[in-house]
């Protein structure tokens, strides 16, 4: 398979697993302002680091991220942890403890995700005897009587506190950052566009049920530069399975339109609040209107106060619903 704009091949050993900013635009400038959109503010999401602070004030920690700031000449800014210094690394974990999974763990667990599902073991792959390594299944999955291809593509998989999505996708294994070919990736939309590709002939009736396949995957992310190399990690895989049923790229609306998907299926949040991350306001002075004029007055935030959940007076953060008509639900209404 011969390379791609945004993706090449693994097969020939030519993957480099940054995808560059620059390449997005070159495709499609609106692809690079639909990944960096956060639905829930109406903005772009923000860096939500200190990491890139000295490259002036536009990175700071609750600046938006901009296209300006990570193309051209800062084209090289966002890249994967696996790239980033051996300092950058270790003080990223201990300060928001991101720890990166190996994609045989990745491929284990989500192992035992298809096993409940199918009802029997190593349905996309069988683990080798070291634990570490792995044979993809031959041949086209076959499925219980009880359940379709289409139930599959269906079945809703969220990924929690994701980094670059090594769950959802395994275009690189994250703490080695050594490609994986497309016959042997692992990740829980990986499956999905397998399946898809398996029993789908036409481009039309392929894109509509990747479409699907995408609107069931889901995933959540503080940092906004892991938040963003996921949401590309997810549209460069979406790409690299169009590219390898029919032998070319999508059409720049199609591409457009799984990455409107990603940008609401993947979104920046507190895992632990469900809310825009620092979005609560917990002991922070403001000015209100009073009877008696301009006040200032400590506000508080009873979420943060007594630990719940529900009562945080910051953003929460809006999912769609693409199975209900596309309807905008909070995120925390669905934790019972």
């Known amino acids: 398979m011969p390379n791609n704009i945004l993706v090449p091949s693994a097969e020939d050993g030519n993957l480099s697993i940054d995808i560059r900013e620059d390449d997005l635009v070159a495709f499609s400038p609106e692809v690079l302002d639909t990944l960096l959109r956060d639905h829930t503010t109406g903005h772009n999401i923000f860096w939500a680091t200190h990491d890139y602070e000295s490259l002036g004030d536009s990175y700071g920690f609750f600046s938006p991220i901009l296209p300006r700031l990570i193309t051209g000449d800062n084209g090289a800014v966002v890249k994967p942890r696996v790239m980033k210094s051996k300092d950058n690394q270790t003080g990223r974990s201990k300060d928001m403890a991101e720890v990166f999974t190996p994609s045989w763990i990745c491929n284990a667990q989500n192992n035992l995700i298809d096993e409940a599902w199918f009802g029997r073991p190593d349905v996309f792959n069988t683990i080798g005897a070291d634990n570490k390594s792995w044979q993809s299944t031959p041949g086209k999955i076959d499925f219980p009587d009880d359940k379709s291809w289409k139930d599959y593509v269906r079945a809703t998989r969220l990924e929690i506190t994701c980094g670059e999505a090594p769950y959802l996708v395994s275009r690189y294994d994250t703490t080695t950052g050594n490609p994986i070919p497309l016959a042997e990736r692992i990740g829980l939309l990986d499956r999905k566009l397998r399946i898809v590709s398996e029993n789908t002939e036409s481009s039309g009736e392929w894109l509509a049920w990747a479409q699907v396949a995408v609107q069931n995957c889901y995933g959540y992310e503080w940092q906004g530069d892991s938040l963003l190399l996921a949401r590309e990690n997810v549209l460069a895989t979406f790409i690299d399975y169009f590219f390898a049923k029919f032998g070319r790229l999508p059409l720049v609306k199609s591409v457009n339109y799984i990455a409107y998907i990603i940008s609401w299926n993947l979104w920046q949040m507190d895992g ?56 905008k639900i909070r995120f925390v209404d669905l934790i019972k």
Not at 300 to 317: A, L, S, V
């Open 272 to 327: 632990l609040k469900m809310v825009v991350p620092c979005s609560c306001k917990d002991g922070v002075t403001e000015k209100v209107e009073t009877l008696f004029g301009e006040e200032e007055v400590k506000v508080n935030c009873p979420g943060c106060q007594q630990e719940d959940i529900r009562k945080h007076n910051g953003i929460y953060c809006l999912i769609r619903d693409w199975k209900n008509d596309k309807k």
